[in-house]
């Protein structure tokens, strides 16, 4: 059973601010993914990787498939980047089984003006 | 940009009631997915659900829990009789095909009392 887990579980930091939120997996995975979970509890997708690095704006997403390993960075940090940052790992796809997605716990994210 | 949308945002249930959630997902997605955030814990996988039938389900998915697609656009997820446990923030997602990334509905938050 694959187990995810990420640090920091809180971040306070100063505006502008380089950021990086890191996330760990046990087993072998198809893909890992970013989410941002708003205050209202919303969930927004960020990221799908399976290898290598992706960037949207300011926000870059990086995986090392040999360490189970991914990090997110957000680069020049804002009060409105404030929210609780998530990664979640896809199963192995086999026999065309939709596997869920195993979530980490969370990182509380505060940007402070 | 299409939305998952969920119905209702919120609903009070007392315990041993029935209760359905609603989940309008993405018109051309083929994976849908239930899932919960117990208040201050990460979210976990219920269900997924394929071609009309359940893919994968979690052990948290017992008899008390069923999903349904009984119109070709609703997605419902029924508690036959609500335990005050399940009081949760539910989640439901869709997906276009395998190896895309999730669009998440804003949720249903359930207070059992």
């Known amino acids: 059973k694959n187990e995810v887990e990420q640090s920091p579980q809180n971040l306070t930091a100063q505006e502008g601010e380089f950021i990086t939120i890191n996330c760990s997996y046990s087993v072998g995975i198809s893909a890992l993914h970013w989410l941002q979970q708003h205050p209202g509890g919303g969930i927004v997708s960020l990221f799908m990787?399976?290898?290598g690095k992706k960037k949207h704006g300011r926000l870059i997403a990086t995986i090392n498939i040999q360490e189970k390993h991914s990090s997110l960075h957000i680069t020049a940090s804002h009060p409105r980047d404030s929210a609780v940052y998530i990664c979640?790992?896809?199963?192995?796809?086999?026999?065309?089984?939709?596997?869920?997605?195993?979530f980490g716990k969370g990182t509380h994210l505060i940007i402070q003006p | 940009e299409p939305e998952v949308t969920q119905t209702p945002s919120h609903q009070v249930t007392q315990m041993g009631q029935e209760v359905i959630l609603r989940c309008v997902p993405i018109s051309n997605h083929l994976y849908f997915y239930w899932y919960r955030q117990i208040l201050g814990q990460k979210v976990e996988f219920l269900v997924s659900f394929y071609n009309n039938e359940i893919s994968e389900k979690s052990e948290i998915f017992d008899d008390q829990f069923s999903v349904e697609r009984p119109d070709g656009s609703n997605f419902t997820l029924k508690i036959r009789s609500t335990k005050l446990e399940d009081s949760a923030m539910y989640f439901c997602a869709s997906v276009r095909d395998l190896g895309h990334g999730y669009t998440f509905g804003s949720g249903t938050r359930l207070t059992v009392v």
């Open positions: 990787l399976s290898s």
């Open positions: 979640a790992s896809s199963g192995m796809y086999s026999g065309g089984g939709a596997d869920g997605l195993t």
